[in-house]
């Protein structure tokens, strides 16, 4: 299977931006959508659209089913034990936020939480804000020159007063891959602390086995893995979720009120209040049909060839520094045009119809530590080809006879 076949499937692919055929290489951004995805949310409305759980209806049975066996389908693309593990949220930074709050009753002056520098800002302010709410301590872990995490200064902050580690599976800025499994045994044996993985930039590009990871806490947007805006998964260990507490009330998650108290629902409910993102969960369901029909190893290999070529491509032109050279890395290419800033580079790859980031990528801390204000980031996803990139590289010529 190529990523020449599979490309039909992305209408929003097919389009001209100025004139030229869009180059799309903001897949860390988010994804674009494959017609299965857009349909299943379509016929959705069209034929099943009611309110779920709470009625006898037909199509609130069909609603219902719909919603719970996209989670079923979820709970089988991360391996989780079981469906009710399986919380649905706006995307990964509600799943994180939901764990730093939910966690804040447990936590007091004398804990300690450690992140990384390398975090995008939804696995960072949580946990900071958490840190201010609580009285916690708050400890980071400093980023190598290369973009990697500092395993040395990992080991050493990771103490047994540390209740929470969280960090990123995959960095959205630089496309470093953490050695999560390394990092949870490291966890392991020296505390008692809580690991929650950011999974945002993971999930489409690694298979993801949350028993085998041994996580506490894995989150994820469906939005960066083909499906709908507005959808995300937070896989919780039953115990880990068990001592969340729920920060949002009503709909769905309530067990029973009188007009004292109230009690709450079991899992996953006690967490969805309201009416959950019904059409969401179906467009997110379809997603990880896609994705399962598909040869994602072989897809995968290509995805690193065209990165290769791109990070080759790049070395060889005069001004460019690439930011970061993570040994293991994926879907990310960020770099700098010495002398010019980021949005310039970025605004003359848009004329010549190719689509990148640019700026701090929500990891102003990582910017921080680096030196440097933002880079251009170039990310690809498994309908890019050779054909982007070629086009991408005569672009990138272009515009640096024009810096
Ligand atoms: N974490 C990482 C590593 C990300 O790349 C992103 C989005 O780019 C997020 C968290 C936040 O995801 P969302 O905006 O879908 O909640």
């Not at 709410?133 to 973009?147: C, I, Q, Y």
């Not at 103490?159 to 891959?177: D, M």
């Not at 640019?358 to 251009?376: D, E, K, R």
Request: negative net charge; proline residues 4%.
């Amino acid at each position: 299977m190529s990523s020449r076949i599979i490309r039909a499937d992305f209408p929003a692919l097919a389009q001209l931006i100025h004139g030229q055929p869009l180059v799309y290489l903001d897949n860390a951004a988010t994804t674009q959508k494959p017609r299965s995805v857009l349909d299943a949310m379509q016929r959705y409305y069209l034929e099943d659209n009611a309110n779920v759980h709470r009625a006898a209806h037909t199509l609130a049975a069909r609603a219902t089913d719909a919603m719970e066996s996209a989670r079923a389908r979820v709970a089988g693309l991360i391996s989780s034990p079981a469906a009710d593990q399986i919380v649905f949220t706006r995307g990964t930074t509600e799943s994180i936020n939901m764990v730093a709050s939910g966690l804040s009753h447990r936590l007091h002056s004398r804990d300690r939480i450690l992140v990384t520098a390398l975090e995008h800002h939804s696995n960072f302010v949580p946990w900071q804000q958490c840190a201010l709410r609580t009285g916690a301590h708050l400890d980071v872990v400093t980023v190598t020159p290369g973009g990697e995490i500092d395993l040395d200064d990992f080991r050493n902050k990771l103490c047994q007063e540390t209740r929470i580690v969280a960090f990123a599976h995959v960095s959205n800025a630089l496309g470093t891959v953490h050695p999560v499994h390394e990092l949870v045994t490291t966890v392991r044996a020296r505390s008692d602390a809580l690991v929650l993985v950011d999974g945002a930039q993971a999930i489409l590009h690694l298979p993801v086995d949350v028993q085998a990871l041994d996580v506490d806490f894995y989150a994820f947007s469906g939005h960066k893995l083909f499906g709908p805006t507005g959808t995300g998964v937070l896989y919780g260990k039953r115990a880990g979720l068990e001592m969340l507490r729920p920060s949002q009330f009503g709909g769905e998650m309530i067990e029973h009120v009188t007009l004292d108290s109230s009690t709450f629902n079991t899992l996953p409910y006690r967490f969805e209040a309201g009416t959950p993102n019904i059409a969401g969960a179906v467009g997110l369901g379809a997603a990880v049909d896609y994705i399962t029909g598909l040869e994602r190893d072989s897809l995968l290999r290509q995805e690193e060839s065209l990165i290769d070529d791109t990070i080759c491509a790049l070395t060889a032109m005069n001004g460019i520094r690439l930011i970061g050279t993570p040994t293991q890395r994926l879907g990310v290419v960020s770099f700098l045009v010495e002398g010019s800033s980021p949005h310039d580079v970025g605004t003359l790859l848009d004329q010549q119809g190719i689509a990148v980031r640019t700026g701090h990528h929500c990891a102003m801390p990582l910017m921080q530590s680096l030196g440097i204000g933002g880079t251009v980031r170039a990310s690809f996803s498994l309908y890019n080809d050779q054909t982007d990139v070629e086009r991408f590289v005569q672009a990138m010529h272009k515009t640096l006879t024009f810096l």
